[in-house]
Antibody, heavy 123, light 106 residues
Framework: EVQLVESGGDLVQPGGSLRLSCAAS????????MDWVRQAPGKGLEWVGR??????????QYAASVKGRFTISRDDSKNSLYLQMNSLETEDTAVYYC??????????????WGLGTLVTVSS | DIQMTQSPSTLSASVGDRVTITCRAS??????LAWYQQKPGKAPNLLIY???NLESGVPSRFSGSGSGTEFTLTISSLQPDDFATYYC?????????FGGGTKVGI
């Protein structure tokens, strides 16, 4: 059974930093792309970014709203995904979901989601 | 960036109704489209990928169609468990983007 468990969410002041983690199990983590998606309270879903797998050099992509402030990394030896968030803004307040990417032909879609972890940015 | 527009934003329906939700892309995305269902306080759940492929374990009353810029999600006979919010998302290029969601209620 695929499981994705996020941790690290907290209350942080504007301008602060936070690191989220996602522990994966039930599948071969190293084969998959991995994403972060967020959802502000009462709002829709917003894709944050993606890390590709080793076969694709672990390259990353980011949404414009977080580029330069957030960094996605992974440790395949620990089946873990990370999101380092710096220079946090109140607009970053959201539930952050870890999600698995799976391949269809040449592209990758999200097929499994974690339960999410809440990040609150407030003074 | 590719914009995804869903309609309607809210929908009132009854058990047994046929429900159709539309998703339009601002430019062609071929068939690189997924649909998700989300219930309050829960993570999204994949229903459809590649515009029309039903994810394993998803009831057959759900179906997807379309290509290019216009897509639909259809629930053939709405069940009590289907009252939720539905999102489309393209994965044609970066950044991936979601539609604004369609809330299906009574």
């Amino acid at each position: 059974e695929v499981q994705l468990v996020e941790s690290g969410g907290d209350l942080v002041q504007p301008g602060g930093s936070l690191r989220l983690s996602c522990a994966a199990s039930g599948f071969t983590f190293s084969d998959h792309y991995m994403d972060w998606v967020r959802q502000a309270p009462g709002k829709g879903l917003e894709w944050v970014g993606r890390t590709r797998n080793k076969a694709n050099s672990y390259t990353t992509q980011y949404a414009a709203s977080v580029k330069g402030r957030f960094t996605i990394s992974r440790d395949d030896s620990k089946n873990s995904l990370y999101l380092q968030m710096n220079s946090l803004e109140t607009e970053d307040t959201a539930v952050y979901y870890c999600a698995r990417g799976s391949q269809y032909s040449t592209n990758w879609y999200i097929d499994y989601w974690g339960l999410g972890t809440l990040v609150t940015v407030s003074s | 960036d590719i914009q995804m527009t869903q309609s309607p934003s809210t929908l009132s329906a009854s058990v047994g109704d046929r429900v159709t939700i539309t998703c339009r892309a601002s430019q062609s995305i071929s068939s690189w489209l997924a649909w998700y269902q989300q219930k309050p306080g829960k993570a999204p759940n994949l229903l459809i990928y590649q515009a029309s492929n039903l994810e394993s374990g998803v009831p057959s009353r759900f179906s997807g169609s379309g290509s290019g810029t216009e897509f639909t999600l259809t629930i053939s006979s709405l069940q009590p468990d289907d009252f939720a919010t539905y999102y489309c998302q393209h994965y044609n290029s970066y950044p991936l983007t979601f539609g604004g969601g369609t809330k299906v209620g009574i």
